[in-house]
Every structure is written in structure tokens, then in C-alpha cells.
């Protein structure tokens, strides 16, 4: 986690900037001491400010320096945010959020707010994103005891150097003389190795090369799936919809009730559910096709934790 931690001292703001590199920087925004503690109507207000003051400075400048630093103050939440749905992990939550900020960091360089897009929607991937590549690159695919972790890390140094030496790779013997353990301390090391990384379910199986191995057990495809992404990165979209639409989604998608009990529901028939979710959910994926690369969820604006679905 040290590229994490550094990452966070980096974008840490100096401990007492300068006031005039302070009234520099703000050219007249008012100056905030805890951004971090603002509403969420309030941080999206001066983030948008803080943005466009950030154009118009030059990277590398103390002046710069500090309105980025503000920016990430602002916008931690996002952070926390999309941490909360990986608590159950085994890593530590201060882990993950340092990763998340490295994200968040990335997002505000790169966000342009002449685009027109809440910077909460821009930079959620992003920092969802760069948590998810933390855990690809850290995690064990099986959660296994500390002690076997440390071990695997002992064999692998042990049957390299012995393998160099001998010409040959070790026994088991011979690697529980070099660590100083049990044989059967090895073999449960080895067997613990092979939780560090997942097997494609797309490899063909190693018995009878057949294609498809484990996925040949698993069941069909749903396809509700995509329609329920779609709709989490519609969000932004969802919320200039009527009242009426937003209803037939929120029943249909969020109360999975059949097209029979919505039309009981608001007074239409089932052929007339029909047809009007058919139409909305063809101008949402149009929508989405089209805005795809520079929209994501809208969790609310900046500055607060926000609903995790539509």
C-alpha cells in the first residue's frame, strides 16, 4: 500500500499555505477551512467553482496545487462511498479508500466541467474502478490463514534458490530442511498456493481438453442483468424522466412486480405496461449507447454518500 500512501501525502494540503498563495489560488471564491464537512448543495456548488479555477492555473504551481488538494477534500465521500460496497473484504477499509483516492486524484485531473456532466458521475468509475484493479493485484482469489499466506511467500524463495542450487526442483524434503518445518507443513503451503490466483472458468478442462470446463455446469445467462447495469449507469438520464416513468421502473425493477400487478397497480392494462416500458427502456438504452463513455452513476453530487440504486 505504499504507492497509496504516498499518493494520499501528496495530495495532502500544505500545513499553513500562504495567504497570499491562498488568495491566488482562490481568486475570490471564498476561502473554506473544512471542505470536507460542507452540504452536498454546498460541495457541488464549490466544486464546480473550484474546477473552473483549476483550468485556468497552471499545473505545477503552488496556486494549483491547492485548488486541486481542495478538490479532493470536497469530493472524498465519493470515496467512502463506493468503498462501502467492498466492507466485507479482507482487506482493510483504510486500504481500499487510499486506493479509492489514487482514483478519485485521476478523476479530477482528467474531468473537464465545460463537458456538462456532474463530476460525481465522471469520477465514480474511476475510482470504483481503481479499487477493483487493487484487488485484482492483491487479493487471494481464496481467503486463507495469514500464516499460509506468509508461508507460500517462504516456499516460493526456498524452491527457487534450491531449484538453482540443486539443478533440479526440490523435494518436499528438502524444502521442510530449508524452512525449518514439517513435510506436512509444505504440502499444506503448496495446497494453500493454489488459492492466490483463480482458474479461467473459460479453460478447456485438463483431464479431456474439453472446452468450456466449468462453465459447462453453470446455467444460462440472465439477461435482467444488463438491463439492471444499464439502469445503474442510466442514472443521470433516470432523473430527468416524468414522475409516471420513473414509477414503472422503480415497480418493475426495484419492487420486480410482473407487468399485470403495475397496471393494477396505476390503473393501465398489462398490454399498456407493456408498451410504455418497452418504449422507455429503448430511449435509455439509445441513451446509454450514446453517452456511454462520459457518464456513470449519479450518486447525488458531490460532497455526500450517496443511494446506491435508482
Known amino acids: 500500500m505504499s504507492t497509496a500512501r504516498e499518493a494520499m501525502i501528496r495530495t495532502q ?92 486524484i485521476k478523476a479530477i485531473d482528467r474531468f473537464d466541467v465545460e463537458r456538462g456532466v456532474e463530476f460525481s458521475s465522471f469520477a465514480l468509475p474511476t475510482i470504483t474502478g481503481e479499487m477493483k484493479r487493487f484487488f485484482r493485484d492483491t487479493s487471494w482469489a481464496v481467503q486463507v490463514p495469514r500464516r499460509l499466506q506468509e508461508l507460500r511467500l517462504r516456499l516460493t524463495g526456498a524452491t527457487a534458490a534450491l531449484g538453482q542450487e540443486l539443478g533440479r526442483p526440490p523435494t518436499t524434503a528438502e524444502l521442510a530442511a530449508r524452512l525449518g518445518v514439517s513435510e506436512a507443513e509444505v504440502v499444506e503451503g503448496e495446497k494453500a498456493a493454489n488459492g492466490y ?64 400487478e403495475i397496471g393494477a397497480r396505476v390503473g393501465l392494462s398489462q398490454m399498456h405496461v407493456s408498451r410504455l416500458l418497452a418504449q422507455l427502456l429503448e430511449r435509455l438504452r439509445g441513451a446509454l449507447l450514446e453517452d456511454a463513455p462520459e457518464t456513470g452513476p449519479d450518486p447525488g453530487g458531490a460532497g455526500a454518500a450517496p443511494s446506491a440504486s435508482p
Open 13 to 104: 494540503p500544505p500545513t499553513a499555505p500562504a495567504s497570499a498563495v491562498r488568495r491566488r489560488a482562490l481568486d475570490g471564491i471564498p476561502e473554506t477551512p473544512r471542505p470536507q464537512d460542507l452540504g452536498t448543495e454546498a460541495a457541488q456548488s464549490l466544486s464546480h467553482a473550484m474546477f473552473r479555477r483549476l483550468a485556468a492555473l497552471d499545473e505545477g504551481t503552488p496556486e494549483h496545487a491547492y485548488v486541486r488538494n481542495t478538490l479532493v477534500e470536497l469530493n472524498l465521500s465519493l470515496v467512502r462511498f463506493a468503498a462501502r460496497r467492498f466492507r466485507n473484504r479482507a482487506e482493510p477499509m483504510e486500504d481500499i479508500v487510499q486506493v479509492g483516492t489514487i482514483g478519485l
Open 197 to 260: 490466483m483463480a482458474r479461467s472458468l473459460d479453460l478447456p478442462d485438463e483431464d479431456s481438453g474439453a472446452g468450456h470446463g466449468p462453465l459447462r455446469g453453470l446455467g444460462e445467462e440472465e439477461g435482467a442483468f444488463e438491463v439492471i447495469d444499464s439502469l445503474e449507469s442510466l442514472k443521470p438520464l433516470i432523473a430527468g424522466l416524468t414522475d409516471r416513468e420513473r414509477t414503472l421502473l422503480s415497480l418493475r425493477f426495484g419492487e420486480e412486480l410482473t407487468q399485470a
